[in-house]
């Protein structure tokens, strides 16, 4: 019987409620999940990689399809290294599917065989994004039902520790 097996690509700096929305939703009709982070992200991130690994296998945990990585270079190589046959990526609105279109297109013409499924998050989560949520948190602002709590203890230490430096 064919698995079909999708990654689900980001930087997820850090990861929200709507990052495990979309997950929890991939993990219902693909056979195995694999959460890909960026190793080599031109954005200067405020978690490592490996703390972000760490923070989402923590709370991924309860879903048995889906594995948490990171990856370097093309995704369309890592999802050939991952026998992968789909690319998952969310679009929360409008303004998401410019972007989003690009980078499919352009998967495609580097591998035509791998193919890019949208999904939607949870309306509440329409608005979310981890800049937004980073932004708040370093102003002092609540964070509730947007990110899990394991991941709100770390980003304010983390942002705690960054204050401090900037001091
Ligand atoms: O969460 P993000 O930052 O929107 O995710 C972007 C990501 C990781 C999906 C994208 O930058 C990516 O796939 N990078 C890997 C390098 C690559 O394949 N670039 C060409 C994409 S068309």
């Known amino acids: 019987m064919k698995r079909v097996i999708a990654i689900y690509p980001g930087t997820f700096d850090p990861p929200t409620n709507g990052h495990l929305d979309l997950i929890q939703r991939g993990a219902k009709i693909f056979d195995e999940l694999v959460v890909g982070i960026l190793r080599n992200s031109e954005k200067s991130p405020l978690f490592t990689v490996d703390e972000r690994l760490e923070m989402l296998r923590e709370c991924t945990s309860q879903w048995k399809n889906v594995r948490v990585e990171s990856f370097e ?3 369309v190589d890592y999802a050939r290294l991952c026998g992968a046959q789909a690319v998952l990526r969310g679009i929360r609105a409008v303004s998401d599917y410019e972007y989003e279109l690009q980078m499919a297109w ?3 013409k580097l591998d035509a065989s791998l193919e890019t499924v949208f999904m939607m ?4 989560y329409s608005y979310l994004s981890s800049r937004l949520v980073r ?6 602002g609540a964070l509730v039902d947007l990110i899990p709590a394991s991941v ?3 980003l304010r ?3 705690r520790v960054v204050r401090q430096d900037s001091k």
Do not use: V
């Not at 932004?135 to 002092?140: D, H, R, T, Y």
């Open 73 to 75: 270079g093309l995704l």
């Open 106 to 108: 352009m998967n495609r």
């Open 121 to 124: 998050p949870a309306e509440a």
């Open 135 to 140: 932004e708040i948190a370093s102003l002092g």
């Open 152 to 154: 709100e203890s770390k």
């Open 157 to 159: 230490a983390r942002l």
